[in-house]
């Protein structure tokens, strides 16, 4: 940018798209003023912001307290666990086999990586009821490692899809003289491979953690009732006990919300590329 | 004399009786009298041949990929397409019923209701996300000091929990909440109502929370894509007195062909399968007035425990998103192509 000055349009520019920016993050604005808010002031004056005497005892009331998993505070350590074994679990398991497809030419691969592509695509809510079953006879509902293979199978595909992307234009030099050396396979992969591959899986890691924290749908279905709900089931069951009553409601929702808002500002860049980037491939 | 002594070593051994086993992963220097076990070349990823060049992985590294991916992606819903022409409730025994919970799809009014809010919410969303995204990048993508922060502020809600902004959202919406008290600060009292609670409205609301929370995602995307316009291009039509109109539509839209495709793909599809926003906004009412596929298809699997109706409503959207999915890849990249 070096020397810039403002002219008369582009300071108008400017000013108009910080007032947009104002009026777009409105909801955050009462999201945290109105957690810090007791019952009173709520009622008496739910816009201002409480700067005099801000109320954390929401907080702790929304921390400890509500739905079958014994408040915000336990499911925040729940999520934790689901979510980085789901990310630990898929970045093996699908660099792996995105290794295998890309380095193998043959028809088969290349038939494979169809198959994942249309996996990718296709909606797996077909499957929700044969899966619920099977996890049912299994007895993996309500269990981390059941929803852990959830999750990890169900992003598997766009993961594969992204990984496959990047192994092809790898050059294969790398592998090759680890081999000459007297590698073995798997040691090539994880002395090699998986260093080279830390971009992408940068990408698939901070997608499909922000997939698997966020996820609502599968942790409502496979989850909920149990001890160990995630954040969003929680939140759900806290929400559906304190209706209303907003200042506690959003205490808990920036519970929910604040982690991924922090990495989010903290390593900006990599979800920008990963969310504009990774999804091109 | 080192040398001389590892020859001889070798040599004894390849005189002696067959039992080193040579050959496995390790890829160690075979001795012509050694014995290899026979391994199937797709176990160890060994290239048969003298063409050099790296072995290839083998393919018992990809097996759980590929167990996970038939299982969950295939087999799984292949088996769904077959409960969703039984009865059954999860416990009995599942009845064949042939097209008897399609014809009740097209039969009850709540249903065919989901199927029409499910489109209307698509539709609108697709186009909305895709205006707004597209606005935002123009406006951002030039000289401002701010930009990189008003991008952040415009990108960060599609990294919060959908549940929790559709919360945020309610209390927005509610008769007491902000908007309303927003529109009876600027003098339009008139317009105040309970948003959520009228059905003429709630829909229009839940549209509200997606495009907010998404448009950041399609405006990052436009401005990825905005990154390969080259400046040259602009400025040479600046100084050929193009107007801004034209060169929008003549060069800056066309070069954004591949990021709207991204963008609408993305959209389209998460749009089909709403389902967040609904739950924790309106819970599909009122008078399920925002009952979408998705919402349906929790309710009647896992509320009213039909699943073998909940099935055939999910296989509904299935072929709903595979096709409207498969339809505007082709044509975007039709689209694509001509410009």
């Not at chain 2, 996970?68 to 409960?83: D, E, K």
């Not at chain 2, 749009?271 to 979408?292: H, I």
Request: aromatic letters at 12%.
């Amino acid at each position: 940018m070096g020397a810039f000055r403002y002219t008369s349009r582009s300071f108008v520019r400017e000013v108009v798209m910080i007032l947009a920016a104002l009026l777009f993050a409105m909801p955050l604005y009462f999201l945290i003023a109105i957690s810090l808010k007791t019952d009173q002031q709520l009622t008496l004056e739910p816009m201002k912001p409480p700067l005099a005497d801000p109320e954390w005892g929401n907080y702790a009331d929304a921390w400890s307290s509500g739905g079958t998993t014994g408040g915000m505070g336990r499911a925040f350590l729940n999520t934790l666990i689901i979510t980085v074994g789901s990310v630990v679990c898929l970045v093996l398991v699908s660099s792996l086999t995105a290794y295998v497809i890309a380095r193998r030419t043959s028809r088969l691969s290349n038939g494979l990586y169809v198959l994942f592509v249309v996996g990718f695509i296709m909606p797996a809510t077909l499957g929700l009821v044969p899966i619920y079953v099977v996890m049912r006879g299994a007895g993996l509902l309500a269990t981390y490692h059941g929803i852990i293979i959830l999750h990890t199978a169900g992003i598997l595909p766009f993961a594969v899809f992204l990984y496959v992307g990047f192994i092809r234009a790898l050059p294969t030099e790398y592998e090759e003289a680890a081999q000459v050396d007297g590698a073995g396979m798997l040691r090539t992969f994880f002395k090699v491979v998986i260093p080279l591959l830390r971009p992408i899986t940068t990408t698939v890691a901070m997608l499909s953690g922000l997939i698997v924290w966020n996820d609502f749908f599968l942790a409502l279905i496979f989850m909920s009732g149990s001890s160990i709900g995630t954040l969003p089931i929680a939140l759900n069951s806290f929400v559906n006990e304190n209706y209303t009553q907003w200042n506690l409601v959003f205490a808990g929702a920036t519970i929910a919300i604040l982690p991924m808002l922090c990495v989010f500002v903290v390593a900006q860049r990599q979800f920008v590329r990963g969310l504009a980037g990774g999804i091109r491939g | 004399m080192t040398e001389r002594t590892t020859k001889k070593k070798h040599a004894d051994t390849s005189a002696l009786p067959p039992l080193v086993v040579a050959g496995g992963p390790g890829g160690e220097d075979e001795g012509p009298g050694a014995v290899r076990w026979w391994r199937p070349r797709w176990l160890t990823g060994r290239n048969s041949g003298p063409a050099g060049g790296a072995r290839k992985p083998p393919w018992f590294l990809a097996m759980l990929g590929i167990a996970f991916l038939i299982g969950m992606h295939f087999l799984a819903p292949l088996s769904g397409g077959v409960y969703a022409f039984t009865d059954w409730d999860g416990f009995n025994t599942a009845t064949f019923i042939g097209w008897d919970n399609f014809r009740e799809i097209m039969d009850s009014s709540v249903q065919r209701g989901a199927l029409l809010h499910t489109f209307v919410l698509a539709g609108s969303y697709l186009v909305l996300v895709n205006v707004v995204g597209l606005v935002l990048a123009l406006a951002l993508n030039r000289t401002l000091k701010s930009r990189n922060f008003l991008r952040m502020v415009f990108f960060a809600p599609a990294v919060l929990s959908p549940l929790a902004v559709s919360y945020i959202w309610q209390y927005m919406f509610t008769y007491d909440g902000a908007i309303n008290r927003m529109l009876g600060g600027i003098g339009l009292d008139g317009l105040r109502r309970e948003w959520l609670g009228d059905p003429s409205t709630a829909i229009w609301c839940v549209l509200v929370v997606m495009v907010w929370q998404h448009a950041g995602q399609a405006m990052i995307i436009y401005l990825a894509g905005l990154q390969g316009v080259a400046d040259e291009l602009e400025e040479a039509a600046v100084i050929d007195g193009a107007r801004l109109w034209m060169r929008l539509r003549r060069i800056t839209l066309p070069l954004l062909a591949p990021a709207f495709t991204i963008v609408s793909t993305l959209m389209l599809i998460s749009g089909l399968r709403v389902f967040d926003q609904v739950f924790a906004l309106t819970g599909g009412g009122p008078v399920y007035s925002t009952e979408t596929l998705a919402t349906q298809v929790y309710q009647q699997t896992f509320v009213e425990g039909r699943f073998g109706f909940g099935a055939s409503i999910a296989m509904v959207m299935t072929v709903l998103i595979s096709i409207l999915g498969i339809a505007n890849m082709m044509y975007q990249r039709s689209r694509e192509r001509r410009l």
